[in-house]
């Protein structure tokens, strides 16, 4: 089983600045796949920002220039800095973590819990 801890949710002014984090820990041999999704109130969760085990990266148009995601290998966990941050960024931020638990499964998509983050002055 693989536990996804994130934080760094919070209250911000338009303009502001946040920084998620979630780790991944438990039963992982690999991860491939690390991404933030949002989902604000009565609409469907959307991809925010993706990163390959190589570092490449991809990121809905919304927040190109503003958000950038990285990861830590040694630490099994990803972030996602958001820069100039505006009200429409209102939502409920989950990562998804695509681990590999042992040589021989097949890699499984894990979710975290969800962390709010709301833009308002």
């Known amino acids: 089983q693989v536990q996804l801890v994130e934080s760094g949710g919070g209250l911000v002014q338009p303009g502001g600045s946040l920084r998620l984090s979630c780790a991944a820990s438990g039963s992982i041999f690999s991860i491939y796949a690390m991404g933030w999704y949002h989902q604000a109130p009565g609409k469907r969760r959307e991809l925010v920002a993706a990163?390959?085990?190589?570092?490449?990266?991809n990121y809905a148009d919304s927040v190109k220039g503003r958000f950038t995601i990285s990861r830590d290998n040694a630490k099994n966990t990803v972030y996602l800095q958001m820069n100039s941050l505006k009200p429409e960024d209102t939502a409920v931020y989950y990562c998804k973590v695509d681990v590999k638990a042992d040589p021989k499964s097949a890699p499984y998509d894990y979710w975290g819990q969800g962390t709010q983050v709301t833009v308002s002055s």
């Open positions: 990163i390959t085990s190589g570092g490449s990266t």
